[in-house]
């Protein structure tokens, strides 16, 4: 009995992707694009301040707009590519929930500035159903498409400076907030115990696990000596990544937001890595770049092997960037796709309906899975590899005074480290 | 004849999209490739060494996960050159 319980809360787990969805879309097939005239004022009802955002009142931060038309077509085929991608993109306002035709969300801040008309800043709820306020409006096509564009009235567009508080950066503020909780509230219970106290159970267990694991395997190998001043850098993006990742899967309100799966943020972490990298590398990590121990022929008259090091420098990021961006993105393109071949075959009739969509219910939840797994193992790599990256750059040990030069990597302990020659004869003299 | 004008048609539809489905099979059966390997050095690792399982297993999944980024570039391309 207690089984069938667990496996019925599985199964309206996995519905809940399908409910937070807008039920414009999925059960109607397209999003509502209601009529210009009609829904025009029943937006101007509802949506009752004309002031800017000095002047908002909580009423209008989150807008519930009658959407969709009665008579909407039910046997259009389903915008796959459309849902899709609106889930991964980012967006002007925050939708939370569709009930029945009632669409809820959350209305952010829109920040432009543009050469011709300047600052403007205004909630995104006054960007009415066709998207358009001012001379602003939303382009369907082209390559600013979704981004607001500003229409001169000589009909040329020009593209303003966007300095918007997205879903996305909404959503990466929110995901700060919670680390800073979470944090504050492991390290509030070691500030209350002892050293020689047994070790904490529960959440605070969990976190202590995760951070000596890191500092065990990861940065203290990596980084070396100096592990203390990178450290809590390294943590703060495991965690951060990990974080963002796992709030990426649930699709409820204050999470939900693809944090992770915006190539920006992703961009970001990563110049992180190279800014700590290359400002703090040591005289040492470029010398090795840009003249390094090789034949001569190698570095001059033509820097061969320093452009490949140049080069590498930059790849090193960019790699980090893309790896975390497209694992999670694509996790999130695979659950939605699987949520979308619900309502696909559902339309086709039971027969095909019923078998494909339990199907469909199963590789969902297993698919999740495998992105918790996905989260955790994206954010330990990213931490890995930063940690190895400013381990590099900071090499502690240089030549060897007895002839074998060599660079050690900042890993190696210099009072472990011995040549083979010296080993031998500590050997020898050991058996005599 | 025929042949000739439906090439002409297929030429013009929708070969830029059959181009890369075509790349993005070709990344992936690249990293079918790659990941098909760390799982047999594991696998036989394992077989030789058990105790030393766990340590393997952590390799094993760390390796995959740069093996998937791999070819997830690929795939970032073909997105890319898809819709824009």
């Avoid at chain 1, 039910?74 to 609106?86: N, R, T």
């Avoid at chain 1, 002007?92 to 009632?102: D, E, L, Q, S």
């Avoid at chain 1, 070790?199 to 980084?223: N, Q, Y």
Wanted: net charge neutral; proline share 5%; glycine share 8%.
């Amino acid at each position: 009995m207690k089984k069938f319980a667990y496996i019925l809360a599985l199964m309206l787990l996995a519905a809940l992707p399908v409910v937070s969805s807008e039920e414009g879309e999925l059960i109607n097939g397209t999003v509502n694009r209601p009529v210009n005239g009609l829904v025009a004022e029943q937006n101007g009802a509802v949506n009752e301040p004309v002031s800017e955002l000095i002047g908002a009142s909580a009423g209008d931060l989150v807008s519930a707009s009658v959407s969709g038309l009665a008579n909407e077509p039910v046997d259009e085929p389903l915008d796959v590519k459309g849902i899709i991608f609106e889930h991964l993109k980012d967006s002007y306002h925050w939708h939370i929930i569709t009930i029945g035709k009632r669409e809820i969300s959350l209305q952010l801040p829109v920040i432009l500035y543009s050469r011709v008309s300047g600052w403007h800043l205004f909630m995104s709820g006054k960007l009415n159903e066709n998207g358009s306020y001012k001379n602003f409006y939303i382009t369907d096509e082209g390559a600013h498409a979704g981004k607001l564009m500003e229409i001169l009235p000589d009909g040329t567009e020009l593209k303003p400076l966007d300095l918007s508080f997205t879903k996305v950066a909404f959503g990466a503020l929110i995901n700060s907030l919670l680390l800073c909780v979470i944090v504050m509230f492991t390290a509030r219970w070691y500030r209350h115990h002892k050293s020689t106290d047994p070790a904490p159970k529960g959440f605070v267990g969990l976190m202590e696990f995760l951070v000596a694991m890191l500092m065990d395997d990861v940065i203290k190998p990596s980084v070396g000596k100096e592990y203390r001043r990178y450290a809590p850098l390294l943590l703060t993006i495991f965690f951060f990544i990990l974080l963002s990742n796992l709030m990426g899967l649930i699709p409820l309100f204050p999470a939900g937001a693809n944090v992770t799966g915006n190539i920006a943020v992703t961009l970001f972490l990563a110049l992180i890595t190279f800014f700590t990298v290359n400002l703090f590398g040591s005289r040492e990590y470029w010398r090795e770049i840009l003249w390094p121990d090789v034949p001569v022929f190698l570095k001059a008259p033509v820097p061969l092997l320093p452009i490949i090091e140049i080069v590498g420098i930059f790849t090193k990021p960019f790699a980090l960037t893309v790896r975390l961006f497209a694992n999670i993105t694509a996790g999130h393109a695979i659950i939605l796709s699987l949520t979308c071949v619900i309502f696909i075959t559902a339309k086709m009739g039971p027969v095909i309906g019923t078998p494909m969509t339990l199907l469909s219910l199963f590789f969902m939840i297993f698919m999740n899975f495998v992105e918790l797994i996905v989260a955790y193992v994206q954010a330990y790599v990213f931490t890995m590899l930063s940690a190895v990256f400013i381990g590099l750059s900071r090499p502690e040990h240089e030549r060897h005074n007895n002839g074998e030069a060599k660079v050690e990597a900042a890993g190696n302990n210099c009072e472990s480290h011995q040549t083979k020659n010296e080993i031998t004869i500590q050997n020898i003299n050991k058996l005599n | 004849m025929m042949l000739a004008t439906f090439l002409q048609a297929a030429i013009g539809a929708a070969l830029g999209n059959t181009g890369v489905a075509f790349a993005a099979a070709i990344a992936v059966f690249g990293a079918a490739f790659g990941l098909g390997r760390i799982g047999q050095s594991a696998m036989e690792s394992i077989a030789r060494q058990p105790q030393a399982a766990a340590d393997i297993r952590g390799s094993m999944i760390l390796i995959g996960a740069f093996m998937e980024g791999v070819s997830l570039l690929a795939v970032i391309v073909c997105l890319l050159a898809l819709y824009a």
